[in-house]
């Protein structure tokens, strides 16, 4: 009700199409629908066609039911297609198979709660390199977030993403949008520590770096140890980055792994004012977008499109990713957080199911 762009009847078939996508078992198509549902099936692929504002949607949700700190998650995710007519098929990375695979991606925008450790989609953006605007993935990936800076930015000013996007072209960008990056770095990533002894008096230029970051073996009166237990040790520290050509803000992380071996990883934020158990908790609730992803394919139908329109396309990834949003907000956020079990699509559905049988 708080987006004017609706009109009843749109309003009763988005309602209709949600309430299929949580109760149809099986795959979700065109075919399913039109079995399941009120409706026959050419009045969903005619509906699919038109527009949808999929990101307004989203932001209103997460902002009356999420909590009160989030940070933008930005993640790209392949999607199973076959054939060759399909607009944007091509070889993408899949994650699952440590492989290319062909198919179709999409670039997934989340609001990860940092209250209640768990991610809102906000919009998917299918991957269509061959726009002439753009020349690299990167590119891309850059155009998509510039596109919905304004809206991002009423829901946090920070960015997750994983270590792909370390890189200078990206962070570049980013930093133009009043934005900041946060993500983690190669294992032997070339830092240097700034130096912070007093002039010389001699002649040239002052110092300004004080030899490299060794990172298995970090000066710990320049470092400062922000938390050590049992489990890990993490210290932190501003640092200047060679590939990112900036001062960030390092978080170093030392921990055991299952057979005993020391593990090192590099995390940081472009923001050096920024805590480094905050940093830490950024990335590692980034994961929750994966989550999103993984309920979709296997329970909403986010791999089962039959269409070939890039406008269905979008209509049904975007519709598949805020289902569980749905979902989320009705079953799970509206209980007490001390009585929250894990959140379980699986259960979801199969009530769903039944109710619909």
């Known amino acids: 009700n708080k987006i004017s762009v609706f009109n009843k009847c749109r309003k009763d078939f988005f309602c209709e199409v949600v309430i299929l996508l949580l109760s149809i078992k099986g795959r979700v198509n065109f075919l399913q629908l039109g079995r399941f549902g009120n409706f026959k099936e050419q009045r969903y692929r005619q509906q699919f066609e038109k527009p949808f504002p999929w990101l307004d949607f989203n932001k209103e949700l997460t902002l009356s039911h999420g909590g009160s700190r989030f940070v933008i998650a930005f993640d790209p995710s392949y999607i199973n297609k076959s054939g060759k007519k399909t607009p944007g098929v091509g070889w993408y990375w899949s994650g699952c198979a440590g492989q290319a695979k062909w198919g179709l991606e999409i670039g997934g925008l989340a609001a ?40 991002l930015s009423l829901i946090s000013k920070y960015l997750v993403a994983d270590a792909w996007f370390s890189k200078k072209p990206f962070v570049d960008q980013i930093i133009e949008m009043d934005m900041h990056l946060i993500s983690r770095l190669r294992d032997d990533a070339d830092l240097k520590y700034l130096y912070l002894g007093t002039p010389t008096g001699k002649r040239g230029r002052p110092s300004k770096y004080a030899g490299k970051v060794i990172t298995e073996n970090i000066d710990t009166n320049y470092f400062e140890l922000i938390e050590q237990n049992q489990e890990a040790a993490v210290y932190s520290a501003i640092v200047y980055s060679k590939a990112l050509k900036r001062n960030i803000r390092l978080v170093h992380v030392t921990y055991a792994s299952n057979k005993g071996k020391l593990i090192r990883k590099l995390y940081f934020s472009t923001d050096t004012q920024m805590a480094a158990l905050e940093i830490l908790d950024c990335y590692q609730s980034r994961f929750q977008i994966e989550f999103l992803y993984r309920d979709a394919k296997q329970y909403t139908g986010l791999n089962d499109s039959q269409a070939r329109s890039e406008n269905k396309l979008n209509f049904h990834f975007n519709a598949a990713l805020t289902t ?34």
């Open 112 to 151: 990860i709660d940092l209250d209640n450790h768990t991610a809102f989609h906000l919009e998917a953006v299918q991957t269509l390199i061959e726009d002439k605007q753009v020349t690299t993935l990167t590119d891309w990936y850059v155009k998509v977030i510039k596109e919905r800076k304004e809206t």
């Open 324 to 357: 569980i949003n749905i979902a989320k907000v009705q079953h799970w956020l509206s209980q007490p957080k001390e009585e929250r079990k894990p959140f379980s699509m699986a259960d979801i559905k199969t009530i769903n199911h039944n109710r619909l049988l």
